[in-house]
Each structure stands twice: as structure tokens, then as C-alpha cells.
């Protein structure tokens, strides 16, 4: 929905190496949001945009940074893996605020 | 904080048939959107129906449809003439209507799992 692609769909990565991922989205929405799923949690806030170079904590932040460098890429950066971020990640876009959100088709990220 | 509660980890229902997936939530807040999603086994998160918390109607989307009781914190999804595509893991979502820093956030239950049989 709403153009949203996702890089890499799949990445197995070792403990204490830089992983970033990346959203691309087509609409021009101005929020995009990062989650994580995670068996018998549903899916948790990492951060969000609210905007170019505006981005905002969600509740489970540590461990992870984002960049938004132009309206339709949003980056997730794992500094250093660790396995409890063994998991499926989620981009979603808004148009507003308020606006519902739209999911991307996820990456799922291996750390050993 | 918010909190969506979801209390069936796993539903099955015969094609054809209607089949009710409950959904119960906290909050303190009086505006507020809630939403079903889907998602199927390719993982994508689908859309399925959004309500709007002040708004008393049920919302509707085809075969979707809705039973919110705002003052008992009731968002029910009912199904009706269940499909095979519609086999899932359907989650629950609140988002506040606030206007808040952080309130843009969804705040999910941990889904319950729809099987289809034929």
C-alpha cells in the first residue's frame, strides 16, 4: 500500500556489526514510522518523521537511529546488532498526523 | 499508556460462515481512532477497517464490519461469508486523536490467528 518498498526484504548479519535498513515510499506522505514484530509483542514503535530531518523516539529506541534526509527515504540504523534485534521490521507511512497508516512489506533481520 | 487487548490467540471458522474476533482497550482519552489489520502469511500488513472513536456509527468495508462500544472499550471485527483468503493474523489498533508528541503511534494487541477451513 501507499508505494512503500522496503531494502533489504532479508539480512542475516553478525553480532556487533552496523546494519541499516530502508524505507522508500512514493506518495509523498510526511510521517514514516519504523516498527519491529516480534512474536507475543504485535508491533512496537521505533521511531518516527514527522518531517525532512524531524524524527522523534517511540518506546523501544535503544539500539537504534534513524535519518531522513528527504521526504521518501526514511533509514533505520541498528549501530551495532545485537540478537534481541533478531526480527521483522516494519515501515509504515501517514499522510498526516492523523491519517491512517500504511504498512510496508517488512525485512526480516537475522543476527547471529 | 494505552493498552489493546486481544484474547483470542486463535479463531477457526468454516467457509461461508461469520465469525466475531473481540478486541478490548484502555485508555483515558475520549478521541481516538481505532483499527483492524490483516496480515496474511506474506507478512504484509493489510488494512482492513478504521473507526473513528467519536463517530457512533459502525464502520463497514464489505464483508468487515464493526461492533465499537465505546463506553465498555469494545472494537469487535466481524467477518462475514468467510473466504479462504481471509485466513490471517488479524491485529488490533488504537492510536490516540490527542494531537500529542508520540501520539501518532499505533499501539497493537498481539493478534489472533484466523484459520479458514473449507
Known amino acids: 500500500d501507499a508505494g512503500i518498498t522496503q531494502s533489504p526484504r532479508h539480512k542475516v548479519t553478525e553480532t556487533g556489526t552496523p546494519v541499516t535498513l530502508r524505507c522508500h515510499q512514493t506518495e509523498n506522505h510526511r510521517y514514516m514510522y519504523w516498527y519491529r514484530q516480534d512474536p507475543g509483542h504485535g508491533l512496537r514503535l521505533i521511531h518516527y518523521s514527522y518531517g525532512v530531518k524531524d524524527t522523534d523516539k517511540g518506546e523501544v529506541s535503544d539500539g537504534y537511529s534513524v535519518s531522513r534526509s528527504k521526504t521518501e527515504d526514511f533509514l533505520l540504523t541498528l549501530e551495532s546488532a545485537t540478537s534481541s534485534q533478531t526480527s521483522v521490521y516494519f515501515c509504515a507511512t501517514g499522510a498526516g498526523r492523523q491519517e491512517t497508516q500504511y504498512f510496508g512489506p517488512g525485512t526480516r533481520l537475522l543476527v547471529l | 499508556a494505552q493498552t489493546v487487548t486481544q484474547s483470542q490467540p486463535e479463531m477457526s471458522v468454516q467457509e461461508a460462515e461469520t465469525v466475531t474476533l473481540s478486541c478490548t482497550y484502555d485508555t483515558s482519552e475520549s478521541d481516538y481512532y481505532l483499527f483492524w489489520y490483516k496480515q496474511p502469511p506474506s507478512r504484509q500488513m493489510i488494512l482492513v477497517i478504521r473507526?473513528?472513536?467519536?463517530?457512533?456509527q459502525n464502520a463497514t468495508e464489505n464483508r468487515f464490519s464493526v461492533n465499537f462500544q465505546k463506553a465498555a472499550k469494545s472494537f469487535s471485527l466481524k467477518i462475514s461469508d468467510s473466504q479462504l483468503g481471509d485466513a490471517a493474523m488479524y491485529f488490533c489498533?488504537?492510536?490516540?486523536?490527542?494531537?500529542?508528541?508520540?501520539?501518532?503511534?499505533?499501539?497493537f494487541g498481539k493478534g489472533t490467528k484466523l484459520t479458514v477451513n473449507p
Open positions: 489498533a488504537y492510536r490516540s486523536a490527542m494531537g500529542q508528541g508520540g501520539s501518532e503511534k499505533l499501539v
Open positions: 473507526q473513528e472513536a467519536y463517530k457512533q
